[in-house]
């Protein structure tokens, strides 16, 4: 079955420039995830959304950095301004419940390099 | 803040041998933890879960033991496989996850 899906796959921005990240969750799934990768960390969490409402964005490094998912399905991390600290993998989870407490599915990532 | 952290970044075995990756955390109020496995160039995947009503959780050739009185657990994969290298990281879930740096896990020959 259809998993987790990002895209693009890999971003290549600019200083300066805006990004917009896509997550496809798995369909039916209640909460969605972003995380931030650093090179040979663990990821970050940055924001939650339960159906459209966004829970929790206290993850989020700065005012540059901006999440929806409108119609409680696909979601966007949007980020403004790019700068080279801004260079990560960009992780998105589903889960099926509400609260978050069963298992994430994650998607592939997508792998932003800002220049 | 509190953190969950892990005890060796890479740890090198034969294959056909046990492996055993610890991890340490802080939160005494976590109650639920989650070992992920990480390939390049891929996300996190789901290998096994533990409550803290439990002490032990056992899958298919893996096994998670949980140490409350120390906050400490461990993911045993017996047998190791080639197939197995990987980036493997312990998470405590606190609705977000709570990821630690990771240990990567190199099975030679």
């Known amino acids: 079955g259809a998993g987790v899906s990002q895209s693009p796959r890999y971003k290549v921005a600019k200083r300066g420039q805006d990004v917009a990240l896509r997550c496809d969750p798995i369909?039916?799934?209640?909460?969605l995830f972003w995380y931030q990768q650093a090179l040979g960390q663990g990821p970050e969490f940055l924001t939650y959304f339960q159906n459209e409402a966004q829970l929790d964005k206290s993850g989020l490094p700065s005012d540059r950095f901006f999440a929806e998912r409108p119609e409680g399905s696909v979601s966007t991390l949007k980020i403004q301004r790019t700068q080279q600290e801004d260079s990560a993998v960009y992780l998105c989870?589903?889960?099926?419940?509400?609260?978050?407490?069963?298992?994430?599915?994650f998607g592939p990532g997508t792998r932003l390099t800002v220049t | 803040g509190e953190s969950v952290g892990l005890h060796l970044p890479t740890l090198s075995v034969q294959e056909g041998d046990n492996s055993i990756i610890n991890c340490a955390y802080s939160?005494?109020?976590?109650?639920?933890f989650i070992w992920y496995k990480q390939e390049s160039g891929k996300g996190p995947q789901f290998i096994i879960d533990i409550r803290s009503n439990m002490d032990k959780r056992q899958g298919q050739r893996v096994t998670v033991l949980l140490n409350k009185t120390v906050k400490h657990l461990s993911l045993q994969i017996a047998a190791t496989q080639p197939g197995d290298s990987a980036v493997y990281f312990c998470?405590?879930?606190?609705?977000?996850?709570?990821f630690g740096k990771g240990t990567s896990l190199l099975v030679t020959p």
């Open positions: 998470a405590e879930n606190l609705n977000a996850l709570n």
């Open positions: 989870a589903s889960s099926l419940s509400r609260f978050g407490t069963d298992e994430q599915y």
């Open positions: 369909s039916g799934h209640v909460s």
């Open positions: 939160n005494s109020a976590s109650d639920y």
